[in-house]
């Protein structure tokens, strides 16, 4: 089943959609999103396309949220680059350690920009960001997204822009650590088999031509499908890059070799 876009109006957003998107006029769009199936309503696949730079912000865990007593709306989420300008950046985590005070007054001055720790992409980065993680996406990146379908955002800093921040939940929930980058960093080739993530929350594949049997197997229930390069079909619909669609299995999806495409699954009932 194809999955329906929304397009997000976004103030850091870009004014001409690249293809396959459709351009719409007089409207900056920064995200486009996919509407989560019944079948895997806990994921929210997203491109991202920012000009500026998107606010400096924090997510909370799912521990946090079953606390404050609204459930399970912990948001992780992980990046994968698809084009970068020249100096295009990411700030993640911080370069040595932030008591809360003193972000907090970082995020009224401003300054806690250049208290994150800068990251220089390109395409084929690919970065997981686990909540209480401070981050920012800078200007000149396109990405997709994997994240936990909360809407929960906390903003710390927002370049002088005129939406509400959010410094004491902020800084509640967020890590003042450096973030490890050995750890949380990979990098993507396109015509690559890859593990990506592998739970807790979800699990991410990129996968060349057919998956294996293994990977079938991991991928038994339902299983979102991103395509990368080439058309995929599913009982007999294409879906093509662009597009974002849910399969009943993995088994049920046909890929060429060596056309590329990135699969999506929880790893727990939502």
Same mark, same amino acid.
């Given at each position: 089943?194809?999955? %329906? ?7 850091? #957003? @870009?004014?001409?959609?690249?293809? %396959?998107?459709?351009?719409? !006029?007089? =409207?900056? @769009?920064?995200? *486009?999103?996919?509407? !989560?199936?019944?079948? @895997? ?18 997510? !909370? ?27 295009? =950046? ?11 005070? *003193?972000?907090?007054? /970082? ?15 390109? +395409? ?14 800078? /200007? ?9 379908? &909360? ?7 927002? $370049? #002088? ?7 004491? +939940? ?41 998956? &294996? ?8 229930? /339902?299983?979102? *499908? ?14 093509? %890059? ?10 049920? *999806?046909?890929?060429?070799? !060596? ?8 790893? $727990?009932?939502?």
């Amino acid at each position: 089943m194809l999955l %329906p876009i929304r397009q997000v109006e976004k103030p850091w #957003g @870009i004014d001409f959609l690249p293809e %396959p998107f459709n351009y719409l !006029p007089d =409207r900056r @769009i920064g995200e *486009i999103w996919f509407e !989560p199936p019944l079948a @895997i309503r806990t994921l929210l696949v997203k491109y991202i396309f920012a000009t500026e730079a998107l606010s400096v912000q924090v997510h !909370p865990s799912d521990t946090q949220t079953i606390s404050q007593g609204i459930g399970r709306q912990g948001k992780e989420e992980c990046w994968l680059i698809i084009a970068a300008q020249p100096g295009a =950046r990411l700030g993640i985590g911080f370069d040595s350690y932030v008591d809360p005070q *003193i972000m907090r007054a /970082a995020a009224l001055d401003g300054s806690i920009e250049t208290m994150l720790t800068w990251h220089e992409v390109a +395409a084929g980065d690919f970065f997981y960001i686990p909540a209480n993680t401070v981050h920012a996406i800078g /200007a000149g990146v396109s990405l997709i997204e994997v994240q936990q379908n &909360s809407d929960i955002t906390y903003r710390l800093y927002d $370049y #002088g822009r005129p939406r509400e921040l959010h410094l004491d +939940a902020a800084v509640e929930v967020a890590c003042g650590h450096p973030y490890d980058l050995d750890r949380w960093r990979k990098f993507i080739a396109p015509d690559s088999s890859l593990s990506l993530v592998d739970g807790p929350l979800f699990k991410l594949d990129q996968i060349a031509g057919r998956p &294996s049997d293994d990977l079938i197997e991991s991928y038994a229930d /339902a299983v979102l *499908i991103i395509p990368r390069s080439g058309d995929v079909i599913i009982g007999g619909h294409l879906i093509r %890059p662009g597009q974002c669609a849910v399969a009943n299995r993995l088994s049920d *999806i046909d890929i060429k070799s !060596p056309d590329t495409v990135f699969l999506a699954a929880t790893s $727990y009932a939502g």
